[in-house]
Nanobody, 128 residues
Framework: QVQLVESGGGLVQAGGSLRLSCAAS????????MGWFRQAPGKEREFVSA???????????YYTDSVKGRFTISRDNGKNTVYLQMNMLKPEDTAVYYC??????????????????WGQGTQVTVSS
């Protein structure tokens, strides 16, 4: 099981930017699909973005509609790290953000149950 550690959260004003990082330990990071989920107070955990391969060599990125055009997910397999660049942040983006990993082919599932490893979470607060 891969170990995940997030960093990069914080307090930012609306319209600002943050970059979250998730460092993974364990073998074969390149074979994992990596995702970001978030959970706001009183709400269920929701899918934000993920990046993975469906069986070939190309990684595909997926986003929930509310962050398309504002957030960008990327990965550096040489550093065992996945990133979430968040621009034009809004107060409704306030949440604890979790990194997650999944073994095997990935075709865009947004179900948290498809991801077997989770980080501890990092708080993102966007003030209005």
């Amino acid at each position: 099981q891969v170990q995940l550690v997030e960093s990069g959260g914080g307090l930012v004003q609306a319209g600002g930017s943050l970059r979250l990082s998730c460092a993974a330990s364990g073998p074969t990071f390149s074979s994992y699909a990596m995702g970001w989920f978030r959970q706001a107070p009183g709400k269920e955990r929701e899918f934000v973005s993920a990046i993975g391969r469906s069986g070939g060599s190309i990684y595909y990125a997926y986003y929930t509609d509310s962050v398309k055009g504002r957030f960008t997910i990327s990965r550096d397999n040489g550093k065992n790290t996945v990133y979430l660049q968040m621009n034009m942040l809004k107060p409704e983006d306030t949440a604890v953000y979790y990194c997650a990993a999944r073994v095997g082919p990935y075709s865009g599932s947004r179900w948290s149950g498809d991801f077997g490893s989770w980080g501890q979470g990092t708080q993102v607060t966007v003030s209005s």
